[in-house]
C-alpha cells in the first residue's frame, strides 16, 4: 500500500508564482514567476469570484486549481468553473489533484452553487480518466476561437 502524503490545501500567494511557472508549463503555457505573479494578480482584480487554489505538500507547491463561478440565464444557479487543474507529473497519483478537487467542490457548495464544470483541452486526455474517477461525467463539447485582439484602445459593441 503506497502511503499518500498529507496535503495541504490554501488560497495562492504572491510568493507561490514562482511554483506556479512549471505548473502552467505542464499545462502546455510556459511562463516564468513574474508573469504567473502578473497574471494572478490581474485574474483577481478582474474577476470577483476568481479562486487560486494551491496544493502543498511539505512546504511545496505541487498542484493548483483556477476557480470560477458564472452566472447563466439557463440554471437556477451560476455554474462553478475549475478552468485550470494540474499537478506535477512526479506528483501525479498522489492525491494532490484528488485534494484541489474536492476543496473546489466545497467552495461551491458553500457558494450555493448546484453545477461544476471542469475544462480540459484535448491534449489532456489522461486528465479525462481522472475526471471520470471522481464522478464527472462527459457533458457536451466546448468550442473555441483565438481572436484578434487590438493592441490599442477597447473595443465597442454595437
Same mark, same amino acid.
Given at each position: 500500500m503506497t502511503m499518500r502524503p498529507d496535503v495541504t490545501?490554501?488560497?495562492a500567494r504572491d510568493d507561490d508564482a514562482d511554483a506556479l511557472a512549471p505548473l502552467l508549463a505542464t499545462l502546455g503555457y510556459p511562463t516564468d514567476g513574474? /508573469? @504567473?505573479r502578473a497574471r494572478c494578480r490581474a485574474l483577481r482584480g478582474a474577476d470577483? /469570484? @476568481?479562486r487560486i487554489l494551491v496544493g502543498v505538500v511539505d512546504g511545496r507547491v505541487l498542484g493548483v486549481a483556477t476557480l470560477h463561478v458564472t452566472p447563466v440565464i439557463h440554471r437556477p444557479t451560476g455554474v462553478g468553473r475549475i478552468t485550470a487543474l494540474v499537478v506535477l507529473p512526479e506528483a501525479q497519483g498522489s492525491g494532490v489533484g484528488r485534494q484541489l478537487v474536492e476543496a473546489s467542490e466545497r467552495h461551491f457548495a458553500a457558494?450555493?452553487?448546484e453545477r461544476i464544470e471542469v475544462t480540459s483541452g484535448t491534449s489532456?486526455?489522461?486528465a479525462y480518466?481522472?475526471?471520470r474517477h471522481l464522478g464527472y461525467q462527459d457533458h457536451g463539447v466546448r468550442f473555441a476561437r483565438t481572436l484578434a485582439v487590438p493592441s490599442t484602445g477597447s473595443a465597442t459593441v454595437a
Amino acid at each position: 500500500m503506497t502511503m499518500r502524503p498529507d496535503v495541504t490545501v490554501r488560497d495562492a500567494r504572491d510568493d507561490d508564482a514562482d511554483a506556479l511557472a512549471p505548473l502552467l508549463a505542464t499545462l502546455g503555457y510556459p511562463t516564468d514567476g513574474e /508573469t @504567473a505573479r502578473a497574471r494572478c494578480r490581474a485574474l483577481r482584480g478582474a474577476d470577483a /469570484t @476568481a479562486r487560486i487554489l494551491v496544493g502543498v505538500v511539505d512546504g511545496r507547491v505541487l498542484g493548483v486549481a483556477t476557480l470560477h463561478v458564472t452566472p447563466v440565464i439557463h440554471r437556477p444557479t451560476g455554474v462553478g468553473r475549475i478552468t485550470a487543474l494540474v499537478v506535477l507529473p512526479e506528483a501525479q497519483g498522489s492525491g494532490v489533484g484528488r485534494q484541489l478537487v474536492e476543496a473546489s467542490e466545497r467552495h461551491f457548495a458553500a457558494l450555493g452553487i448546484e453545477r461544476i464544470e471542469v475544462t480540459s483541452g484535448t491534449s489532456h486526455r489522461p486528465a479525462y480518466d481522472f475526471y471520470r474517477h471522481l464522478g464527472y461525467q462527459d457533458h457536451g463539447v466546448r468550442f473555441a476561437r483565438t481572436l484578434a485582439v487590438p493592441s490599442t484602445g477597447s473595443a465597442t459593441v454595437a
